[in-house]
Structure formats: C-alpha cells, structure tokens
C-alpha cells in the first residue's frame, strides 16, 4: 500500500518561505511522478507542481511559476515544494500526490494521480 506523508506547513506572513516535504512508502523504486496540488476553503483541489519520474522535468501552475520550486531526492523517497514570496492568495491545504503507472512525466490534473496524502495546512497573513 502506497502512503504519502506531508509535513512542513504552518502559518508565515505575506513575503515569507515555507518549505513542505512528502516521503512515500510502500513502494520498491522511485520510477513515479510526483505531484502538489491544493484546495482552499470553498475551491477546487488545484494543481501546483510537478515533478518526472527522474527528476529532469517539472511542471508549474501560472500562479506559482517562480516563487514555487519542486525537487526530489529519490535517495530519501522525499518530494519538495519549496515556497516564496509567499502570498496570502497561496494559503490552502496542500497535497502530494502520485500515480499508479511508471516513469510518468506529471501530470496537472487530480484524475491523473491515485495517490494522496492527508494533507498541509498552509496559512498566508497578510
């Protein structure tokens, strides 16, 4: 059974950084893309970032392109979302998530992961 963990949320003031970290278990190789999403009160779960399964390729929502940066240390099973500048727009719960088929290159849309963990909340003040 697959099992994604997130940590790393918290409250942080408008400008700040937040790193969010995701380590998954239960597999036995790394060949997986990885993904965050988030959801907002009242929203649709959305995209955010992605990462191939080698850790060449990554993928950007508009909204987060070059604030946000996803990496991977496939070593440590562990998946990255390091956040800055952040604003309050970007508070939410945030998810990692990934798919059930190999040596994906990530995907932006929730259909395309069967995975998720439970879940960090993320609160920007203004």
């Known amino acids: 059974q697959v099992q994604l963990v997130e940590s790393g949320g918290g409250l942080v003031q408008a400008g700040g950084s937040l790193r969010l970290s995701c380590t998954a278990s239960?597999?036995?190789?790394?060949?997986?893309?990885m993904g965050w999403f988030r959801q907002a009160p009242g929203k649709e779960r959305e995209f955010v970032a992605a990462?191939?399964?080698?850790?060449?390729?990554?993928y950007y929502a508009n909204s987060v392109k070059g604030r946000f940066t996803i990496s991977r240390d496939n070593a440590k099973n562990t998946v990255y979302l390091q956040m800055n500048s952040l604003k309050p727009e970007d508070t939410a719960v945030y998810y990692c998530a990934t798919p059930d088929a190999r040596y994906g290159t990530g995907g932006r849309r929730v259909y395309e992961y069967d995975y998720w963990g439970q879940g960090t909340q993320v609160t920007v003040s203004s």
């Open positions: 990462v191939s399964w080698t850790g060449g390729s990554t």
């Open positions: 239960g597999r036995t190789s790394n060949n997986y893309a």
